[in-house]
């Protein structure tokens, strides 16, 4: 099955401070890992992504970790401020037909002002 | 660039109605998605056309979920009859698939459904 788990499910973190969400999936076809941004009354929007032949991804203070060994991969939100403050989902893409996404279920994250 | 658009932004009706629900992909995309998102079961993939054609229906929950795409500027999804365990927030949206392009899906702002 097409799977992707995603930890923790809420996160709290001061203004400043680090965030750090993981995903985990079993599909080894899996060739493309994007993080989903959602804020409420919005539809999701891409805010990093990765392929496999990388380890690490950065933009800005956001950055993408991947470990192939381990079907993992993690988005770190360094120095994180309130404006952060959302639903971030991974996900993960197949080569194929439309590129299908299978989403994680989802971490709200809040940045303490 | 307009982005997705959806109709309406909210919808409240009532147990055994149909509801329409509508989509405009950005102009150019060849690929639509719709998802359903709720509290429990996150977001899920609905239905996706790629070319006007429908792939992949797998997720549509039952026979009262139905979705078109006469062309290329829009799609519907429609229920009928619609139940509470319906209501949820259901997102459309589209990308550009090419071998060669970006994965990248771009989400309209939903519509969220309340079934009374």
């Known amino acids: 099955q097409q799977q992707v788990k995603q930890s923790p499910q809420s996160l709290i973190v001061q203004k400043g401070g680090i965030s750090i969400i993981n995903c985990a999936y079993e599909?080894?076809?899996?060739?493309?890992f994007p993080w989903y941004q959602q804020f409420p009354g919005k539809g999701p929007a891409l805010l990093i992504a990765i392929r496999p032949d990388v380890s690490e991804k950065k933009e800005g203070r956001f950055t993408i970790s991947f470990n192939k060994s381990a079907k993992q991969f993690s988005l770190h939100i360094m120095d994180s401020q309130p404006g952060d403050s959302a639903t971030y989902f991974c996900a993960a893409s197949i080569s194929g037909s439309a590129r299908q996404l299978t989403f994680g279920s989802g971490t709200q994250l809040t940045v303490l002002p | 660039d307009a982005g997705v658009i959806q109709s309406p932004r909210h919808e409240v009706t009532e147990m055994g109605q149909e509801v329409t629900l509508r989509c405009k992909p950005i102009?150019?995309?060849?690929?639509l998605f719709w998802y359903r998102q709720t509290m429990m079961r996150g977001l899920e993939l609905l239905i996706y056309?790629?070319?006007?054609?429908?792939?992949?229906d797998s997720g549509m929950p039952e026979d009262r979920f139905s979705a078109k795409m006469p062309n290329a500027s829009f799609s519907t999804l429609k229920i009928q009859p619609s139940e509470p365990r319906d209501s949820a927030v259901y997102f459309c949206a589209s990308s550009l698939f090419h071998q060669l392009s970006s994965y990248e899906q771009y989400f309209g702002p939903g519509t969220r459904l309340t079934v009374t």
């Open positions: 056309f790629n070319n006007n054609v429908p792939i992949d």
């Open positions: 599909n080894t076809a899996f060739d493309y």
């Open positions: 102009s150019g995309h060849n690929s």
